[in-house]
């Protein structure tokens, strides 16, 4: 039998693994990779960033947060993946835009205004 975990526990292990977003002294980061791992733009979290977990789910908070394109050049670069960091830049998780991360437009160019307009991180059960 596979290990499952109840609603409660689900609920729990979110809530700790956003809380990381919020160490350290200001708010923690998206940052948006290219499919190379570029960073391309980055955008700062509300401080705290995530609300509490209800079913394994916490969205975060501030939703649209904004940003801009970094060393992106040309008309543009296509967004990949991501990390979330906390303020001291440490990876917290990593993800796939589109999925866990959606974003008003997946290219972008370098100055760019970012727009995230969905961002969840979900504990499996």
Known sequence: MATTLSTAARNAACNAVVDLVDAGAGPGKIRIKSAGAVVIAEVAFADPAFGNAATGVATALGVPLTGAGIAAAGTGTVAATFDVTDSTDTVIWSGTVGAELT????????GQVVTITALTHTQPA
């Not at 974003?103 to 370098?110: C, E, K, S, W, Y």
């Open 103 to 110: 974003l008003n437009n997946t290219n972008i160019a370098n």
